[in-house]
Nanobody, 124 residues
């Protein structure tokens, strides 16, 4: 069983930045991992994903150019650097890990096998 723990959420003014982190245990270095977000009353939506090798990265159109996903093999963590935040980015952000190194369906919720509890991001 993989456990994912997110951190780094908080409240920030529009135009500001936050960096989310997700630490996985046990080792998930070979897994496709992603970030999703869920606004109140809405479905969970994909934000970004990174392949097991780190060589392939995906972003939703709404965050492309503002958010950067990365992974750190030494700490078994992934990060989401969020810049130029907008009120529309307000949501609970979830980290997810798939059973595949290739992000075949990176933006599909059911593609991922493990989920964190989420961290709140509020942009005002």
């Amino acid at each position: 069983q993989v456990q994912l723990v997110e951190s780094g959420g908080g409240a920030v003014q529009a135009g500001g930045s936050l960096r989310l982190s997700c630490v996985a245990s046990p080792y998930t270095g070979s897994s496709c991992m992603g970030w999703f977000r869920q606004r109140p009353g809405q479905q969970r939506e994909a934000v970004a994903a990174i392949s097991g090798s780190g060589g392939l990265i995906y972003y939703s159109n709404s965050v492309k150019g503002r958010f950067v996903i990365s992974r750190d093999g030494t700490t078994n963590a992934i990060h989401l650097q969020m810049n130029t935040l907008e009120p529309e980015d307000t949501a609970v952000y979830f980290c997810a890990a798939a059973g595949s190194a290739v992000c075949r369906q990176w933006d599909v919720v059911n593609f991922y096998d493990f989920w964190g509890q989420g961290t709140q991001v509020t942009v005002s």
